[in-house]
């Protein structure tokens, strides 16, 4: 048996770790015949309207984990942008999940999702380089459009659920795809059988030329920093991102501080970062494509993750 209060945790986060645990200790079952028929629907949900519908049920929340378990193995014997596509729907149900939930397990799962953040009188609060680090980028959560007060940002449920969107999308695609000789053959049967909404299809591709940059930015790399702030980093933010140059700047601070974990000697100063934003700006530069970036980049990190293969 397990704990009310976990499985239903689980059953909200399917991506959380203790989901994983729910499905090791399930082990694998006798008859998964009920679980692809599941992981299926899943997917297809996603796929034909963006997002998965959360409901709040008693019973079925086990298999509903189980489901997720097998979807996410469904889901990468899909194309790229289709797997894409199904995570961000699994984000949002999982968001949609957040913004009902209680302020205890909205805080354990932010801390799971290493988001610092603080709860009082209702709200949530963080500081604005947090935020910036995993805000949308989409013009509600532009920072001109937030409660800030002495550095923090202040949200409600429902604003936090919104922002935490595109980190939970991270969360869930780590790992992602899982490769196709370690899928067992029942399952890729299942994934041949999966429709694809050319439409959605064309969308979620659409935006995958940028998606290795925010992935980067959520993975600290030990050198070439330099060369990344001015050639990725600056361009992405200021120009693509539309954030304006001390916002920018705040978010590219907080990067290198995490690369600074692996290896703290650095040469990139808090001046430079504002100059290469300031220089960025008045170009209009965009950012290195992808495949311009894996001759700068590849030496020193798995371009493999980045690009979510």
């Not at 645990?21 to 679980?35: A, E, R």
Request: include cysteine; hydrophobic fraction near 40%; aromatic fraction near 6%.
């Amino acid at each position: 048996m397990y704990d009310e209060e976990k499985l239903s945790f689980a059953y909200r986060y399917p991506f959380s770790d203790e989901a994983r645990d729910v499905v090791g200790k399930s082990g694998t079952p006798q008859d998964s015949i009920p679980f692809l028929r599941l992981a299926k629907a899943r997917i297809e949900e996603g796929l034909a309207s963006g997002s998965i519908a959360y409901k709040d049920i008693l019973y079925g929340q086990r298999e509903s984990v189980l489901g997720y378990a097998y979807a996410r193995l469904m889901a990468s014997a899909l194309p790229m942008h289709a797997l894409s596509a199904y995570a961000v729907a699994e984000a949002r149900r999982s968001c949609s999940a957040m913004s009902s939930d209680s302020a205890a397990n909205i805080s354990r799962l932010l801390a799971e999702l290493g988001i610092s953040s603080a709860h009082s009188n209702g709200d949530f609060t963080m500081d604005i380089v947090t935020f910036l680090m995993n805000s949308t980028g989409q013009e509600d959560y532009a920072l001109v459009n937030q409660r800030v007060s002495s550095g923090s940002v202040r949200m409600g449920r429902q604003e936090l659920a919104g922002m935490a969107i595109r980190t939970v999308t991270e969360r869930i695609m780590k790992g992602l795809p899982i490769p196709r000789k370690e899928i067992p053959k029942l399952v890729l049967d299942y994934a041949k059988e999966i429709r694809l909404p050319k439409e959605e299809a064309r969308m979620a591709n659409s935006t995958r030329s940028i998606g290795w940059i925010e992935r980067l930015l959520l993975n600290p790399i030990p050198d070439i920093r330099q060369r990344v702030v001015g050639l990725v980093l600056a361009p992405y933010l200021v120009t693509v991102r539309g954030l304006d140059v001390e916002d920018a700047s705040k978010v590219i601070s907080g990067y290198i501080e995490k690369c600074k974990a692996m290896d703290p000697n650095t040469r990139i100063t808090d001046a430079q970062i504002r100059y290469q934003c300031n220089y960025a700006k008045s170009k209009g530069m965009r950012p290195l494509s992808l495949k311009k970036a894996e001759e700068l980049l590849s030496p020193v990190i798995d371009m493999d993750s980045l690009e979510g293969r």
